[in-house]
């Protein structure tokens, strides 16, 4: 007998695995005239399962944010990981055993000092240590600054010299989760890219290597115009999507492959509020679409095959009540669900809500309501 | 040879069990005057050694958020649980499993489709499941409004009548959380002691029995002066603290236990920016002080025994990537620590936090530096 959603325990993170599936596809094809290489972000799914069976499998080159990950895909047999976040000389010597499982472990960095740290670790362990250089293309957060040329040449000689391998440059647009539309996105996607190559330039001026070019969000990715001088492109949540990329304008609601299935635990008629048994913990404390123009509270409240009742988000919630109500200015009328009904609702980011759970449970959308398996979740560091 | 917290991979989640300690200890001694029952809310905690080694042990009655939590803690010997979220129908084989395991556990309930719902599924196992009725005393969230006299006589004669056993009622003051200060939280507290008492005496009138009279939270718990007519009070927060609670002033800084050792990972010096690998998934998503007086960011920045450094919080957190700078408004200088150097981040709100672990690094005031051990957690629903 085929496992049904009504067979499910409240509240579950529900995995299309054929919309997965459908948004790499997209990006691929998205990316294929341009000659870059896709280094999906592998730091939403958390799950080797998911790269396995709907990411490519261990020949993807992947993306990573923290090494808890990396030491998790290269144990299933992933040989290619950027882990890309600065790294810190505390965290050498997993960096070095990880690349000794033979998994070619490349870190990103964005100083002198980081850089000789990885140079000194690079002639202890005998084995040259490839790092790319960090710059920021729009003052999100790490990264050098593109005005700092000169010392991007030295991280760049610290790197070569020290005995350590220059692989390249990254960066990252994190501001093109800012602002809404197309075209402020495709802005930033220059910016992103006009960074990359500049940084790339001057350091081939300078005599040294820079095979890699490396950029990526997923808002850049999905709307960038031109990958002249670029190698490689990172995106992550673009596999799953949410809220906040539907509120930017990156993809529709019917895109979103991650929801959380809820049960109705009660309700306040005087206010028109249903309560459901998806809080906070079940959500995310995420309210990425509160700076977005539509704000959609801790999520958009659906049916249990995803169908969205017009204008019904979680308003409010606690760590395990979840308050569903019209839209603030809506006149949408109360929800109807008697106690034990069944909801879906849409997180703001999915990153966020999919870390609150140790597993997926995987359906698809071509066959609504089935239960197709699990797929595990990790976490940690 | 004695760990130390230098040897710790970060981010990783720090709890001082002598401060764990010294805030139980603490609010026993207010509540014990009062002659009502202390029922921790082991939500916060999520961890059996906690509840052993620092709550006291199996034999102390607990409040629990999920199913889960009540079945861990029930497998771990506690034998007196209270479930204190709406109960749905779907759940009822699960409550009615963990009792049987030889847990008394209890529901709450708003409604006398609950009520109708727990009566049957009592007669069916033959087993009298506890119930207390949810009031409102704020607006908060779920609860019978206290107008609502005749349901509340309605929904206790489900239950009596139907073979579940009417144990009392129950309220929480959610909204004490929200205006800081004393005089306001002794305000809620006598709310939430009305509500509850007001409930208690229409059950009686009406000849049905009443053995509980439950409030709680922890502002309310902490400043409540009057507790006559309450047989237990429930709090789960105040065992950690948080920055949340001491912007209420329901604590110091110094009282709170938890916090979050994390590494420098780069700086922006054009910015007075210090980068650090606790990132939102390390603090989680939580904002609760930005609805309060002093807006922290994401959390307090100390060094790594717990000194707070004046005003430098974190202003900004991507994944895996924390911002630290000077409060806004401040003229504080920037940090000035070098890469890998480590810090301790308090954390708005300890439940959050807590709940992006799988564990706690175990850590003693009075031992400054020393590693203890680890204490698991667990989560899920």
Redesign the interface.
């Known amino acids: 007998m085929t496992a049904t959603l009504a067979d499910l ?4 993170l529900l995995l299309d695995g054929f919309k997965v599936a459908r948004n790499l596809a997209r990006m691929r094809a998205h990316l294929a005239p341009h000659g870059v290489v896709l280094r999906p972000h592998m ?1 939403t799914a958390k799950s080797v399962a998911v790269m396995r069976d709907l990411v490519g499998g261990p020949e993807t080159p992947i993306t990573v ?2 090494l808890k990950e990396a030491e998790v895909y290269a144990s299933a047999g992933v040989k290619d990981i950027t882990y890309a ?7 050498l010597d ?1 960096v070095a055993a990880i690349r000794k499982s033979g998994c070619d472990l490349s870190v990103i ?3 002198v ?2 850089a000789q ?1 990885v140079a000194t670790k690079s002639r202890e362990t005998g084995d040259a240590i490839p790092a790319l250089i960090e710059l ?1 293309a729009d ?4 990264g050098l ?1 593109s005005s700092r040329g000169e010392e991007l040449v030295a991280i760049g000689r610290a790197l070569v010299d020290g005995g350590a391998a220059l692989k390249g440059v990254l960066v990252h647009a ?1 501001e093109s989760y800012a602002e809404p539309g197309e075209a402020a996105i495709v802005l930033a996607a220059e910016g992103e890219r006009a960074t990359a190559i500049g940084a790339a330039a001057k350091l081939r001026a300078a005599g040294l290597p820079c095979p890699t070019v490396s950029v990526g969000s997923t808002p850049t990715a999905t709307f960038g115009k031109d990958f002249s001088g670029i190698t490689e492109v990172r995106a992550g949540v673009f596999m799953f999507f949410d809220l906040v990329m539907q509120g930017l304008g990156v993809c529709g609601l019917d895109d979103i492959a991650a929801g959380v299935l809820a ?6 008629p ?2 028109g509020w249903t ?1 459901v ?1 998806a809080g ?3 959500m ?4 990425g679409t509160s700076a977005l123009p539509v704000d959609q509270g801790y999520g958009v409240v659906c049916d249990p095959l995803g169908h969205p009742y017009p204008d019904q988000i979680v308003i ?1 919630a ?4 979840g ?1 569903i109500a019209a839209r603030p200015g809506s006149n949408a009328k109360p929800l109807d669900l ?3 009904a069944k909801v879906l609702i849409l997180p703001n ?1 999915a ?2 809500t999919a ?4 597993s997926y449970v995987m359906t698809d959308a071509r066959r609504p309501g089935e239960v197709l398996g699990t797929a595990a979740r990790f ?3």
């Not at 325990?9 to 579950?12: D, F, L, Y």
């Not at 976040?85 to 965290?91: L, R, T, W, Y």
């Not at 003052?139 to 790490?142: F, T």
């Not at 049960?263 to 306040?268: F, L, N, R």
């Open positions: 325990a409240t509240p579950v730091k944010s923290t976040v600065g790294i810190s000389p505390d965290k997993r960095l964005d100083s000092a980081a740290a920021d003052g999100h957060r790490a600054q994190g049960t109705v635990i009660g309700h306040q005087e206010k309560l048994d906070w913990m079940a995310s404390r995420d309210r409010k606690s760590q395990e009540h308050i008697p106690l034990g980011h990153c966020a870390a609150q759970y140790d976490r940690g560091w």
